[in-house]
Antibody, heavy 119, light 111 residues
């Protein structure tokens, strides 16, 4: 059974940093592109970042470029998101999502971890 | 800001058919990229409903179907059931943004 478990969320002041983790199991983690998607309270889904299976290709949404860093450790079956210079508008539930074998679709999601940016 | 536009809400009586539109542009759906659909219940993670515009993952009932034409895609729910009351999002890839984009989301209400 595929499982994705996020951790690392919490309350952080504006300008602060936070590192999210996603522990994967139930599939060959090293074979799949992984993504982060966020959802602000009461709002829609927003794609954050994507990292290919071997970390060769990394992409970010424009509003995250330069502040967020995605990475993975295939030996530990783990995905990470380092978030710096956090703003109030980064407040959201952050989900890690596995990309489907054919690409483009996110076929499995974690339960999410809440990040609150507030003074 | 979402680049895929969906109606904020649709509603229907049990057993009826409802459709949700997803309007994109020439850099996403219109460029030939697939439309993907997700279902989300309050307080839970999204669930993949349709991929490659029309295909259902195993376990998704066949009352959910999809289509794509030009710069738009649609999700149809036939034989609407109370358990279908949820939020629905479309998603695609956008070549001008070099990333994935989601729709604005549609709340389906079963009357």
């Amino acid at each position: 059974e595929v499982q994705l478990v996020e951790s690392g969320g919490g309350l952080v002041k504006p300008g602060g940093s936070l590192r999210l983790s996603c522990a994967a199991s139930g599939f060959t983690f090293s074979s799949y592109t992984m993504n982060w998607v966020r959802q602000a309270p009461g709002k829609g889904l927003e794609w954050v970042s994507s990292i290919s299976s071997s970390s060769s290709y990394i992409y970010y949404a424009d509003s995250m470029t330069g502040r967020f860093i995605i990475s993975r450790d295939n030996a530990k079956n783990s995905l990470y998101l380092q978030m710096n210079s956090l703003r109030a508008e980064d407040t959201a539930v952050y989900y890690c999502a596995k990309e489907s074998p054919g690409g483009d679709a996110f076929d499995f999601w974690g339960q999410g971890t809440m990040v609150t940016v507030s003074s | 800001q979402s680049v895929l536009t969906q109606p904020p809400s649709v509603s229907g009586a049990p057993g009826q058919r409802v459709t949700i539109s997803c309007t994109g542009s020439s850099s996403n759906i219109g460029a030939g990229y697939d439309a993907i659909w997700y279902q989300q219940f309050p307080g839970t993670a999204p669930k993949l409903l349709l991929f490659a515009s029309t295909y259902r993952p195993s376990g998704v009932p066949d009352r959910f179907s999809g289509s794509k034409s030009g710069t738009s895609a649609s999700l149809a729910i036939t034989g609407l059931q109370a358990e279908d009351e949820a939020d629905y999002y479309c998603q695609s890839y956008d070549s001008s943004l070099s990333g994935y984009v989601f729709g604005t989301g549609t709340k389906v209400t079963v009357l």
